[in-house]
């Protein structure tokens, strides 16, 4: 939605479930619910995540961008299962566009990080995979990077497209195992999780 000309916001919600036998629920179908309550009110385990995106536009050739998402947060602390850590991710950036047939080239510098178990979930069909490939961001879970990209559009004639860019794209990950690791359950009422 547009806040302003030069400030959009988006909310969304997706929800994973599955399983043999399952037939389509009808209540996912629903436009004026959240998927996360549903599933509660139904019983079920499926795996929601929400989250929010932005586009800020402050002019001058810069705009900065960014989502955050929320798989799972513990608020209740009723048993050793409500001692799991935060599922979170969030991406940041900004960007100054260049100008087209010149030098100067459209520079943008992005944050993303994604904690140990975002988009993961108890039950395998309810993760996000699909044939054992990431749904989510590239990354996957236990992850953060920072990039630098410098792109040039199209200088000289010497280029086969007006479209052509040429660009050099520095980044420092860091990756963790993230779906690999296993689900991780509570070893104690006191303790911190481990993976199975």
């Known amino acids: 939605m547009t806040i302003h000309r030069r400030f959009r916001l ?42 929010l995106d932005f586009t ?8 900065s ?8 947060v513990q608020i209740d602390d009723k048993s050793p299962g409500d001692r799991e850590p935060a599922e ?8 100054k566009a260049g100008r087209v047939k010149s030098a100067v080239p459209d520079i943008t510098l992005e ?5 140990n178990r975002t988009y993961h979930q108890r039950d395998p069909r309810n993760r996000y995979l699909y044939r054992n490939h990431l749904i989510g961001h590239p990354l996957g ?14 200088m000289s004639r010497f280029l086969p497209r007006p479209s ?14 993230g779906m ?7 070893v104690s009422s006191t303790s911190r999780f481990r993976p199975e």
Request: glycine content about 14%.
């Open 164 to 177: 052509s860019r040429i660009g050099v794209r520095a980044k420092a990950p860091s990756i963790g195992r």
């Open 65 to 72: 961008y960014g989502q955050v998402i929320v798989d799972d």
């Open 88 to 95: 979170f991710g969030f991406l940041f950036g900004v960007c």
């Open 141 to 154: 879970p236990d992850a953060d990077s920072l990039s630098l990209a410098v792109r040039f559009g199209r």
């Open 10 to 51: 988006g909310l969304f919600e997706t929800v994973l479930f599955g399983g043999e036998g399952r037939p389509p629920e009808l209540y996912y179908l629903n436009p004026l619910q959240f998927f996360h309550a549903a599933q509660l009110n139904e019983n079920e385990d499926d795996n929601t995540i929400l989250g």
């Open 111 to 115: 944050y993303v990080r994604l904690t």
């Open 56 to 63: 800020l536009l402050p002019g001058q050739g810069f705009s």
């Open 180 to 186: 690999n690791r296993g689900y991780f359950r509570p």
